[in-house]
């Protein structure tokens, strides 16, 4: 089953457009070992999420312990839950072809967020393996973002509405996304007008202050789906008592029911 396919599928399941990003941070944590943790969150939200999302740096932090904690959260994780190794790579071509083997192959990730600075031949390599998903990053939400990627390029486009069409322009085997930040909620109405059928990946909910009705008003493909609404410290840090767990999990229901409450209030698509 290729990602998008798997993402679909449990985003019905699920009824959810939420993924957790899995980012854990040992000073805001509770006082459990970081694999515990994971394997907690986890098993509370399993039945909440469209998808996992755990961003390489937090574990290539801790070294090689680091690396074998993702390795075996990973192996937890549920077989019908799409996982998106948040590593923004983005090199040479070769090099990019290495990079594309440890996320896909070797860690097995569905999905993997790259940069696009170098152009195709450094994205060519990850979208060449066709069932799995590549988000290229686009209009961030970092509040530096605008340092870039707001610049104007030939013919009067911004950077980000260019990498958005040449990523349209790339996505000969249907498993290309873009990453919008939902803090620039203007920016991701533009992308998604720009490619009405791709898959968004948004985060900057929470902690970054996005709005969430504007993510989903603007961020949904014209069925309502298609977009992955990324939260990862108002969920994880719920709690950083013994209920963490079941903090993580109140907080996931009710973002995901508030997206789906948004959802249904949108203007219904002929």
Not at 98 to 105: C, I, N, V
Not at 134 to 163: K, P, W
Not at 166 to 183: C, D, M, Q, S
Request: with cysteine; aromatic share 8%; hydrophobic share 40%.
């Amino acid at each position: 089953m290729n990602f998008i396919d798997k993402l679909l599928n449990i985003s019905r399941k699920n009824k959810s457009l939420l993924c957790i990003g899995l980012d854990p941070n040992p000073d805001l944590m509770p006082k459990v070992g970081i694999l515990e943790f994971n394997k907690a969150i986890i098993s509370s939200t399993c039945d909440l999420v469209c998808a996992y999302k755990p961003n390489l740096a937090f574990y290539e932090a801790l070294g090689i312990e680091g690396l074998t904690i993702l390795e075996k959260t990973l192996k937890y994780m549920p077989a019908d839950i799409p996982i998106i190794g948040d590593a923004k790579r983005g090199d040479i071509g070769n090099t990019a072809k290495a990079y594309a083997k440890a996320l896909f192959s070797t860690l097995g990730f569905d999905a993997a967020t790259v940069n696009p600075y170098l152009g195709f031949d450094s994205i060519e390599p990850f979208i060449s393996y066709q069932d799995k998903g590549v988000f290229i990053l686009c209009r961030t939400s970092n509040r530096g973002a605008s340092d870039f990627q707001d610049l104007h390029c030939t013919g009067g486009l911004s950077l980000y509405e260019m990498v958005a069409q040449k990523a349209k322009e790339w996505n000969i085997y249907g498993n290309v996304g873009l990453v919008v930040g939902a803090t620039y909620p203007e920016e991701l109405k533009r992308v998604r007008s720009i490619c009405p059928k791709m898959c968004l990946l948004i985060p900057g909910i929470g902690a970054q202050g996005g709005d969430l009705a504007l993510a989903v008003s603007y961020g949904v493909d014209a069925q309502g789906g298609k977009a992955i609404i990324n939260v990862s410290r108002q969920v994880l840090y719920a709690s950083r008592e013994k209920d963490f767990a079941q903090a993580a999990r109140n907080a996931a229901e009710k973002i995901r029911n508030q997206i789906n409450s948004y959802l249904a209030s949108r203007p219904k698509t002929k």
